[in-house]
């Protein structure tokens, strides 16, 4: 008699809370919750195509941050009103449905000038730019303390990215980020980088893409597994970065070929540190972190160092103190 295999088998009749029993799809219109044993919908929510989704300001609300670029900039709509985005300007609107505006700014460059009141789009106190090439990707919520207790994942910073700008006619990018006000209709300015992690997706003057559709990469991952740091990394068609939270460059990778789908954050070296996965038009290839103990073993060396030659100064001073001659004061 052969011994038959034991195969879990998920039923609407478990009592046992840790046996998933649901499945989440993200889609297009919105976030719809399956049923597994019956394929029945138990619940959806439908959110606006693009952009960012999350509660960026702590109030328990869920929030909608958007931003296009030039091709076809002005076909989108504001969420909860009639108005029309705009390139360089991101707008983020509260609730679902929406029930207020949170802040409109700029991301191509920083003013003091950037924040108007609702709806004021047509009027710039900033230098006028070309539009036309400019290219975002999806924003990103940094998670950040403030002293203030917010869900996990709720409040923080907003990370823009954007193809915009030239310099010495290299394409350039710029990410920007900005920190929403607790409960106001605000946001403060955080920092602002240019970096390598340029693309573009304009076609040739024959009206043909060069060689495919560039995916750019904006997204917040840990060096490590389970660390709550949160960095920054930023890719476009040659070159991705990493940044802190803070906007500091911390690495920069040159990519061998174009991305045709967003960098992946994994482990797949199984050491404990995350590795990236580019996935091109002409191949795969996986970037590995590796440990430097080096550096460590060379700053106590050199600190092991310090502090003998501190000893040695002190012992042979001590020594030259003993061995001086004293010098009588009394007559013969």
Known sequence: MQPMNYIPTITNYTQLWWVPNVVVAHQKEGIEAVHLASGRTICKLHLQEGGLHADINGDGVLDHVQVVGGNGAEQTVVSGSMEVLRPCWAVATSGVPVREQLFNASICHHSHFNFFQHGEFSRSLGR???????????????????????RKGSHGDVVFLTNRGELK??????????????????????????????????????????????????????????????????????????????????????LPSAPTHALICEDFSNDGLTDLILVTSNGVYGFVQTRQPGALFFSMLVGCLIIVMGVLFVSQHLNSIKGKPRVSSGFQ
């Not at 090439?133 to 203030?148: F, Q």
């Not at 350039?172 to 209709?185: A, N």
């Open 169 to 254: 006619s290299v394409i350039i990018s710029q990410v920007t980020s900005y920190s929403p006000g607790l409960h106001g209709h605000d946001a403060v300015w955080q920092w602002q980088l240019l970096t390598g992690a340029s693309w573009s997706n304009l076609p040739s003057p024959s009206g043909m893409m060069e060689a495919g559709t560039v995916v750019p990469t904006l997204k917040s991952f840990s060096l490590r597994a389970h660390d709550n740091q949160q960095l920054v990394l930023a890719a476009g068609d040659q070159e991705a970065v990493v940044l802190s939270s803070g906007g500091s460059l911390l690495a920069t990778v040159v």
């Open 128 to 150: 006028t730019v070309d539009v036309s090439s400019l290219e975002v990707a999806t924003p990103i919520l940094i998670p950040k303390s403030d002293g203030h207790r917010h």
